[in-house]
């Protein structure tokens, strides 16, 4: 395991310990609120808290399976576990969400929020949860950031559906206080809905990862840069990114003056290989193909490959 699997892991086994704790004593603390001032967005609101728990385990053992070193069965390594890990929750908020919005439904549809006003406690508990979740969110958020990683940037947008779930769960709440008692319920399903949107966006930005998307126009022209500007390169002729997890993988042709020794060639791709994987430490693997700028358009097939000679690690 390298330096930088090293500090990722630790990092996010830091964040998740902190997570764990935090949402555990926001959990019995929102319930016993939603029971003794008989809120029932409370209650819904403790159980989102009590399944970030659950959550932040999953980016536990995601990130642990994907900083395993490769192996003979997976030669590119393990990074998309995290991805998995990411779709997981994903499916964790969506279920969520779907249980509270069928509370707040069916409570409407029964009549069962009648006579019952939330207390004082279920209102502060609610403020003191929308701070303490968004503040998390912002921690999670920055060491997702940091590391590159989806599982926990997943879980970082969980706390921030939490935090929503409070501003809804706190608008509810004072409504019935203030005489509107279904607001409690109408609280539920609007939680509901805010959550299913994170659920799709963590969902969707995990799959994009799983089926190779290219980086963003910006790293590909800082990588453009790099590559012309190393001295012997005379044109860039293909560049493709692709996202494996939270790692990079490049590949890369270049045309260099023909009449150079294959020595002499290999050198060049040598520097371009060494420049993006310096530059760009994201880059987990890069492949530079070399060829001969003079037979450029002779050599190069239609579909962009050609002779010569490739550098990679």
Request: a negative charge; charged letters at 20%.
């Given at each position: 395991m390298?330096e930088?699997?090293l500090?990722?892991?630790?990092i996010?086994?830091?964040?998740?310990?902190v997570?764990?704790?935090?949402?555990?004593?926001l959990?019995v603390?929102?319930?016993?609120a939603?029971?003794f001032?008989?809120?029932?967005a409370?209650i819904?609101d403790?159980?989102?808290?009590?399944?970030?728990?659950?959550?932040?385990v999953?980016?536990?053992?995601?990130?642990?399976?994907?900083s395993?070193?490769?192996d003979?069965?997976?030669p590119?390594?393990?990074?998309?576990?995290?991805?998995v890990?990411?779709?997981?929750?994903?499916?964790v908020l969506?279920g969520?969400?779907?249980m509270?919005?069928?509370v707040?439904?069916?409570?409407?549809?029964t009549?069962?929020?009648?006579?019952?006003?939330?207390?004082?406690?279920?209102?502060?508990?609610?403020v003191?949860s929308?701070?303490?979740?968004?503040?998390?969110?912002?921690?999670?958020?920055?060491?997702?950031k940091?590391?590159?990683?989806?599982a926990?940037?997943?879980?970082?947008?969980?706390?921030r559906?939490?935090a929503?779930?409070?501003v809804?769960?706190?608008?509810?709440?004072l409504?019935?206080?203030l005489?509107?008692?279904?607001?409690?319920?109408?609280?539920?399903?609007?939680?509901?809905?805010?959550?299913?949107?994170?659920?799709v966006?963590?969902?969707?930005?995990?799959?994009?990862?799983?089926?190779?998307?290219?980086?963003?126009d910006?790293t590909?022209r800082d990588?453009?840069?790099?590559?012309?500007?190393?001295?012997?390169?005379?044109?860039?002729d293909?560049?493709?990114t692709?996202?494996?997890?939270n790692?990079?993988?490049?590949?890369?042709?270049?045309s260099?003056?023909?009449?150079?020794k294959?020595?002499?060639?290999?050198?060049?791709?040598?520097?371009?290989?060494?420049r993006?994987?310096?530059?760009?430490p994201d880059?987990?693997?890069?492949?530079v193909?070399?060829?001969p700028?003079l037979?450029i358009?002779?050599?190069i097939?239609?579909?962009?490959?050609?002779?010569?000679?490739?550098?990679?690690?």
């Open positions: 390298d930088n699997t500090k990722h892991e630790k996010v086994i830091t964040v998740s310990v997570t764990i704790i935090i949402n555990a004593v959990s603390a929102k319930l016993l939603g029971i001032a008989d809120s029932g409370m819904s403790a159980v989102h808290s009590a399944s970030d728990v659950f959550s932040t999953i980016v536990l053992v995601g990130v642990k399976m994907a395993k070193a490769s003979k069965q997976h590119y390594g393990h990074e998309r576990m995290e991805c890990a990411a779709i997981v929750l994903a499916v969506a969520t969400g779907a509270l919005g069928y707040g439904i069916r409570d409407i549809a009549g069962a929020y009648e006579g019952s006003v939330p207390g004082l406690p279920a209102l502060i508990t609610a003191v929308i701070f303490v979740k968004e503040g998390m969110y912002w921690y999670t958020r920055a060491a997702a940091k590391t590159k990683s989806d926990l940037m997943a879980d970082a947008w969980h706390h559906s939490d929503l779930s409070s809804g769960a706190f608008a509810g709440i409504g019935s206080i005489g509107v008692t279904v607001l409690d319920s109408v609280a539920s399903i609007v939680i509901c809905l805010l959550i299913l949107k994170v659920a966006d963590v969902f969707r930005g995990a799959v994009d990862k799983m089926v190779d998307r290219a980086c963003d910006k590909v990588m453009t840069e790099a590559i012309l500007s190393t001295d012997g390169v005379k044109t860039l293909v560049i493709k692709r996202i494996f997890g790692r990079i993988y490049v590949e890369i042709e270049i260099v003056d023909g009449d150079l294959l020595s002499d060639s290999h050198a060049i791709a040598e520097q371009v290989h060494n993006i994987e310096a530059g760009f880059v987990k693997h890069c492949m193909h070399v060829n700028y037979h358009c002779a050599d097939s239609a579909d962009g490959e050609g002779g010569g000679s490739e550098t990679q690690r």
